[in-house]
């Protein structure tokens, strides 16, 4: 089952983390279920870009970007070459650091 590092973030993972999912998982799917609430405003149906994250290891083990995805990124805040939706990034076997980037498009968010 592979790992994945989650860079410090302050508010998502202020220490960073660590979390096991199996392969077949989306990195989103896999944070979620983890605890560490990513944001992912069109319930990870591929229409927005605030789960954007940076895969800083592991990169080339993911599954192919489709047309949809890389359009969609280009929106993304501080895109960088290794972003991917993290609602559309499966896992494969190899483990992955991600780094979750400090702001998204999602300008007006609700804290209750």
Not at 47 to 54: G, I, R, Y
Not at 61 to 90: K, V, Y
Request: with cysteine.
């Amino acid at each position: 089952m592979p790992i994945i590092r989650i860079l410090p973030h302050p508010e998502y993972c202020p220490k960073g983390a660590e979390v096991k999912a199996p392969a077949g998982t989306s990195i989103c799917e896999a944070l979620l279920e983890n605890g560490i609430k990513i944001e992912h405003a069109c319930d990870m149906s591929c229409a927005c870009t605030t789960c954007h994250v940076v895969v800083r290891e592991g990169f080339k083990s993911l599954n192919e970007m489709d047309e949809n995805e890389e359009d969609l990124l280009d929106r993304a805040w501080g895109l960088e070459p290794n972003s991917r939706l993290s609602c559309q990034a499966i896992l494969a076997q190899e483990d992955l650091t991600v780094e979750i980037p400090k702001y998204s498009i999602n300008h007006a968010k609700e804290i209750h």
